[in-house]
């Protein structure tokens, strides 16, 4: 039996903080520095101290986010393997965090959308399972960064609910699977007490000041080998797109304003989905000259030669394999949407989520001036400005000045 205590997150502790290094997880921990007097442990994959330090630095360099060099004096790396017994760390540090932490962050997963569910479970969902058993010594919060992919679509259910899921024909593939499996351990775990939140997250965008774009991210994958070639799939209807400092900064509030009795889940989807036909014609109105296909024509007629292309269409390759089998989806950070296969021969997985219950997230956000930018024009044409200042897409005919 696990006794909760009373208050919230110990901000003038000590708040543990996985996945630091990574796109959401860099812009997390810029958010609870901010928003907290508490030292941050970072947990890095690395092999010395050292190391860890210059990752965590380099990451946040790297998604330009500046911090004051008081708020970088708070942050400790930490080196460390999720995927193995107690994170990696010597079982004396392990019961130190558990002791000293008065808050837990799991952000860090291992994404990938063409490994099966034996494969990521050691990373994804063991990893709950240790950082569980680290929060049960004194009932520490555990804020879980989940995905709205393991919702099931559709064709399955009208609505997505705040609340844990049961196991559902939608579960195909192993990044998914692993995530829903993590989902699992927190909901018998807040069934035993211990405190925890699940924030589902659908594709994170970049922030709205700077149009950074996250360049692994599996649609802008797809347009950055589409657009040189002209050519661009027809993929899904309409997906769920959240900028990264609106989640960094909604997430963050309402893990440490609310102390949730056992389990609260969020569905951080407040604004309307972004549909693919608007975000194609804002790619045309930017000054691209590009042509829509059947996914299928479009994999048969893209240049092969580009990295960003030969990743790319080995996913579609993996994609084929699913809908023959298993199934798969994209990178875990998304709402997908409905395909028309028609006469494809690639027929799409039905990805496309019913009607999203976001009333948790709309009410803990409420009066706490924190709202989500809408998805138009000007934004994609910053993130589109932002790849072509990168130099990842080449300027458009007619050159518009970036």
Known sequence: DITCRRGGANQEGRILLTGATGFVGAHLLAELLASTEADIVCTVRASSPAEATARIHQALDHHRILLPEPARHRITALPADLARPRLGLKPDLFTDLAETCGAIFHNAATVS????????????????????????????????????????????????????????????????????????????????????????????????????????????????????????????????????????????????????????????????????????????????????????QWRNRLPYSADVAATTLAFFDSWDAGTHDAGTDDTGTHDAGTHDAGTDDTAVPELRLGHIQANNVRTGLHDSGITCPLIDRDLVFRYLDHCVAAGSLPAPPGTRPI
């Open 113 to 296: 959308i063409m490994r099966e569910y034996a494969t990521l479970r050691a990373a994804n969902t063991e990893s709950t399972r240790h950082l569980l058993r680290m929060a049960t010594v004194r009932a520490t919060p555990l804020h879980y960064v989940s995905t709205l992919s393991v919702a099931p679509p559709l064709s399955h259910s009208p609505d997505v609910p705040e609340t844990f899921l049961p196991p559902h024909p939608g579960l195909l593939h192993g990044y998914q699977q692993s995530k829903w499996a993590s989902e699992r351990l927190l909901e018998q775990a807040a069934a035993r007490g211990l405190p925890v939140t699940v924030h589902r997250l659908g594709r994170v965008v970049g922030p709205v000041d700077t149009g950074y774009v996250n360049e692994r991210d599996f649609l802008w994958s797809v347009l950055r080998a589409g657009i040189p070639a002209g050519i661009l799939p027809d993929l899904f209807e309409d997906e769920i797109w959240t900028p990264v400092d609106f989640v960094a900064k909604s997430l963050v509030h309402l893990c440490l304003t609310q102390r949730p009795p056992t389990a609260t889940v969020f569905n951080h989807a407040v604004i309307e989905r972004v549909r693919l036909s608007d975000l194609y014609d804002w790619v045309e109105e930017y000054g691209y000259p590009v042509r829509r296909l059947p996914l299928a």
